[in-house]
């Protein structure tokens, strides 16, 4: 389980060992995971998490052992229609800073997506839970999309450490960064594959697709040219088979 937001969810059942109304970990089965929000969940027992848990930095209300993990007050804040539970942040109108901003894990890989109401991109340090997507939007056109997820965890599940967004198995250099106009993208392809490498701007709209196609084994340099932009930060998505990986460059003219 990575970057997830599980909030504000109630077990109903009128038992007095109702649990886990935000994770239940069945029969032995057990969560593992990274960056996420656990938080304001409501059950009899063990409202939060119940059975098997294993996170590192992620916020679990009333705290958890790990590496990174913190139990305070996620901060959230709500932009309806557009999404719920962004979390605080002082750059886009709110009083103070969540706890969860920058606090993920250092090693993953960054996520094209927004934990902010200004629908700002995360570019630093990954942000602990769930990223909205990034979208150019009119608000006449506006249709609010929900979706109910259920799910009962399997026996053994994959560690965090084994996904295969880790940032151990894909990675872009980019030199120089910042630049101006130009600079090159770097990366390496342990196993031939179908590559894809898109750069967005701040608003999420693509702006270049530099590579769509296969690519055998190797390394591969890339260039992108920002004559005709302004400067700012724009995001790099590389795509790779099973693979991905983000992260920020910054147009300085």
Known sequence: MVNN???????????TTASGAGIYAYSGASATG???????????NSPNIYGSASFT?????????????????PLFVHNPPLGFFYISQIESGQPQNSPCVNAGDPTSAMIIG???TDLFPDVDIVDMGWHW????????????????LCCELPQETVAAEDTKTGAGKLSVEITP?????????????QDASL?????????????????????????????FDGSGL??????????TGDFTSSGKMVLVK
């Open 114 to 116: 927004t934990t902010r």
């Open 133 to 148: 997507w990034l979208i150019a939007w009119a608000p006449e056109l506006i249709t609010q999309l929900q979706q109910e």
């Open 230 to 239: 302004p400067s700012g930060v724009y995001i790099y998505h590389l795509k």
């Open 5 to 15: 937001t599980i909030a504000r969810n109630r077990s109903n059942s009128s038992s």
């Open 195 to 223: 590559v894809k490498l898109t750069v967005y701007d701040i608003s999420g709209r693509q702006i270049a697709e530099l590579v769509n196609g296969w690519r055998d084994t190797g390394v591969y340099e890339v260039g």
């Open 177 to 189: 960064n910042p630049f101006n106009p130009t600079t090159v993208l770097s990366y390496q392809l």
């Open 34 to 44: 990274k960056n996420n929000i656990v938080y304001d969940n409501f059950a009899t």
């Open 57 to 73: 930095y992620s916020c679990v209300e009333g705290g958890m052992s790990g590496t990174g993990n913190i139990g305070t007050d």
